[in-house]
């Protein structure tokens, strides 16, 4: 298997939203985003698959030095194979996969965030990143669209947030900023033990509501003249968006399983944006 078929495979085999968007880029942007992609996968990887912390931190402290050598022409990993060819085209530096490792390690270090700010910083390198490197791979002209990207990955992680309540628990960690379960008196057992209430349904619409406006606040944030080169994010705002509707019209029940939208209807939604530019 050559290092583009592994990062096609890896990339495809996520099922994620991200994917359906790649679709629509020329060869070598998608070739580009596909392997940053895979990239990330690869990292989310450890932390959700590995059970022992220990073997985690490892394995993400090889990342750390796969990346350092990647960049000094060393790469041995599938994924940084076929993603170095292609990051002098696109500025993608070591600084920014060096991030989101660097968040990743969050999440073996900490399981709580006592408020939105703390929450935030985590988001920033696990999604803001993210976007920022997607930005350029799109293609990118106008330096005020690096502020659209942050602020759209800050929504796209908090939709994953709302959405995996119940999955993360069940890992031991809970995104909800503490001192918003407190606002809404939802205790940490009744989210561990699956327990709905209408508190739990105020929180979630609270946390739907930020995320939504942040949606909105992302676009208007977008310069006109990136607006056609942004469309692969677009489409996923388009996607994400809809599922956080899903979610609050199935009343928020998102502690017993995983709300997600069928691969035709993110097609479908994707392909909508790419006709006709606007984000549903």
Same mark, same amino acid.
């Given at each position: ?12 085999? !996520?099922?994620s939203?991200?994917?359906? @968007?790649?679709?629509? =880029? ?5 070739? @580009?985003?596909?392997?940053f992609?895979?990239f990330?996968?690869?990292?989310? #990887?450890?932390?959700d698959e590995?059970t022992?912390?220990?073997? %985690? ?7 750390? +030095?796969?990346v350092?050598k990647?960049?000094t022409g060393? @790469?041995?990993?599938?994924?940084m194979?076929?993603l ?5 085209a696109?500025?993608?530096?070591a ?6 490792i660097?968040g990743?390690q969050?999440?073996? %270090? ?6 939105f700010?703390?929450l935030s910083?985590?988001?920033?390198l ?11 791979i799109?293609?990118q002209? #106008? &330096? @005020? ?8 990955g800050l929504? *796209? ?5 709302i959405?995996?309540?119940?999955? #993360? ?6 995104? =909800?900023?503490?001192? &918003?379960? /407190?606002? *809404?008196?939802?205790?940490t057992? &009744?989210i561990l033990?699956?327990?709905y209430s209408?508190?739990f !349904?105020?929180l ?7 995320a939504?406006?942040l ?8 310069? #006109?003249?990136d607006?056609? %080169? /942004?469309?692969?994010?677009?489409m996923?705002? +388009?996607?994400?968006?809809?599922l956080?509707?899903?979610?609050a019209?199935d009343?928020? /029940?998102?502690l017993?399983?995983?709300? !997600?939208?069928t691969?035709l209807?993110?097609?479908w939604?994707?392909w909508k ?5 606007k984000?549903?």
């Amino acid at each position: 298997m050559t290092p583009e078929q592994y990062v096609q495979q890896k990339a495809a085999a !996520s099922g994620s939203s991200f994917y359906y @968007a790649f679709l629509f =880029l020329p060869k070598e942007r998608r070739a @580009a985003i596909t392997a940053f992609y895979a990239f990330c996968r690869e990292i989310d #990887d450890v932390v959700d698959e590995v059970t022992d912390p220990g073997v %985690a931190h490892t394995k993400l402290a090889w990342w750390q +030095s796969e990346v350092a050598k990647s960049y000094t022409g060393n @790469a041995t990993h599938p994924v940084m194979r076929a993603l170095m060819p292609l990051t002098a085209a696109y500025a993608i530096e070591a600084r920014h996969l060096q991030a989101v490792i660097e968040g990743c390690q969050m999440d073996l %270090a900490q399981n709580r965030y006592l408020d939105f700010p703390g929450l935030s910083r985590y988001c920033h390198l696990v999604a803001g990143i993210v976007g920022e490197v997607a930005a350029r791979i799109f293609g990118q002209r #106008d &330096e @005020a669209t690096t502020a659209y990207a942050h602020k759209l990955g800050l929504a *796209f992680q908090l939709t994953n947030i709302i959405r995996d309540v119940g999955e #993360d628990a069940l890992r031991g960690r809970i995104y =909800l900023p503490v001192n &918003e379960l /407190q606002q *809404f008196e939802v205790k940490t057992h &009744e989210i561990l033990k699956r327990q709905y209430s209408d508190r739990f !349904s105020a929180l979630m619409q609270f946390q739907t509501e930020r995320a939504l406006a942040l949606y909105d606040e992302a676009l208007t944030l977008l310069p #006109d003249t990136d607006r056609r %080169a /942004q469309k692969p994010g677009l489409m996923m705002a +388009s996607i994400y968006r809809t599922l956080l509707r899903e979610i609050a019209a199935d009343g928020y /029940q998102v502690l017993h399983q995983r709300v !997600s939208l069928t691969p035709l209807r993110k097609f479908w939604l994707a392909w909508k944006t790419q006709a006709f530019g606007k984000v549903v």
